[in-house]
């Protein structure tokens, strides 16, 4: 059974109004993943499912997601709904796979924020680590340097690694 606010707005004066409720519409959408985007009962959306749309929307498929996380309000309290969207979003992971999870722990009670993790203090680092640069960077590096000297002694486009790089070699005496 549905509710629907009442327009008393009829007058040849006024303009009309239309009224959408997008709940009604998501059957079409799931036939249909397009219409999401320029659909106007979907420009009355929530704040957080519009964020949401607006995130999905830009991704490949995202507009077929999108509407899965709709279709949600169908079997699942909306609230509880938007509480998982909302709860994605500021965590700035909303995809559909985390959207449920959050859903299902907070329909089951569970707590959703992960526990804190206190490592012991045998893993605290002692040193830091120092950039370490792949062997295609160094190869560029030390091929710049060479062009510099002698070029010579360049490598060859074909360089992949500077442990294997034959470039670097000095240039027989013959």
Known sequence: MCEHARVFARSH???????????????????KPGALRNGA????????????????LKTPGGDREMVEILALVL?????????????????????????????????DGKPVDAPPVNPPNALTLTIEPRLMLSATTRCARLG???????????????????SKCTAWRKPSAN
């Open 75 to 107: 079997q699942h309290d909306e609230q509880a709904v938007l509480t998982a969207v909302e709860l994605a979003l500021e965590a700035g992971a909303p995809t559909k796979t985390h959207i449920l999870n959050l859903l299902h722990r907070l329909v």
């Open 13 to 31: 004066d006024h303009k009309s109004v239309t009224v959408y409720d997008w709940r009604h519409y998501l059957a079409v959408i799931q036939r």
């Open 144 to 162: 710049r340097r060479a062009m510099r000297h002698n070029p010579a002694a360049a490598p060859s486009s074909s360089c992949c690694a500077a």
């Open 41 to 56: 009962p979907f420009a009355e959306l929530p704040p957080a499912f519009r964020t949401l749309q607006q995130r999905m």
